[in-house]
């Protein structure tokens, strides 16, 4: 059963509309990331946040924004969609590690598959 | 963080060991090395990770050269569900750019029967 859920889980939409992908977890991670992925290639992070009402942008730079308003819920929303935003979106959330010990891991949605026609 | 090479893609007969190798040359004392795997279509799983000794757990073993230049992920019984892009990474646990994961290009196994 997962731990972190993202939806839609495939969405075709026209250009123009405006979208929100939804990423929630129950594991009450503080932080939580949002990365980009075009087929065969690697993933590329576009938006993380470190806790409630805090929000960054990634290392890639993405026409997206993302609210961080509880802890267990970090949507992304397109105003406008293009087709140049046609990707697969990747929520992930982490903990903060015990002291002592190294950073325990990334959990991973299943994604959100876009394609904007 | 310090840059980590894989080979682009390895095959591996099922049932057998498959040893995964990453490069870490620029590796930093405060840096741990990570293990991903991402089956098609799917998102990232992580399995293991490590800072200078060795690590077991039930996925995966993870073996670091005493010089942590560089490490081997071992799938001690490789199935065909092991087929996946590994991702290996290397990052600090601290800091102000804490907790992200730059992913690169990874190794695609390949499990045959």
């Known amino acids: 059963e997962a731990d972190i859920y993202q939806t839609p889980r495939y969405l075709v939409i026209g250009t123009g509309k405006k979208i929100t992908l939804e990423c929630s977890q129950t594991?009450?991670?503080?932080?939580m990331y949002w990365y980009q992925q075009d087929p065969g290639m690697e993933l590329h992070l576009i938006h993380y946040s470190y806790g409630v009402n805090s929000t960054e942008k990634g290392d890639l730079s993405s026409e997206s924004t993302v609210s961080r308003i509880r802890t267990e819920h970090f949507p992304l929303t397109l105003e406008s969609a293009r087709p140049s935003h046609t990707s697969q979106y990747l929520c992930?959330?982490?903990?903060?590690?015990?002291?002592?010990?190294?950073?325990?891991?990334?959990?991973f949605g299943s994604g959100t598959r876009l394609t904007v026609v | 963080d310090a840059k980590t090479t894989q080979p682009t893609s390895m095959d591996c007969a099922e049932g057998r060991a498959a040893n995964l190798p990453c490069n870490h040359s620029?590796?930093?004392?405060?840096?741990?090395v990570y293990w991903y795997r991402q089956i098609h279509s799917q998102g990232p799983q992580y399995i293991i990770h490590g800072l200078k000794n060795n690590e077991t757990n039930e996925m995966a073993s993870l073996i670091i050269t005493e010089d942590r230049k560089s490490s081997t992920l071992i799938l001690p019984h490789a199935t065909l569900r092991d087929t996946a892009v590994y991702y290996c990474?290397?990052?600090?646990?601290?800091?102000?750019?804490?907790?992200?994961?730059?992913f690169g290009q990874g190794t695609i196994l390949t499990v045959h029967p």
């Open positions: 620029t590796i930093s004392g405060n840096e741990y």
């Open positions: 992930a959330s982490s903990a903060l590690p015990h002291r002592g010990q190294g950073f325990y891991g990334y959990t």
């Open positions: 990474i290397v990052r600090v646990a601290g800091g102000t750019s804490y907790g992200k994961l730059t």
């Open positions: 594991m009450g991670h503080d932080k």
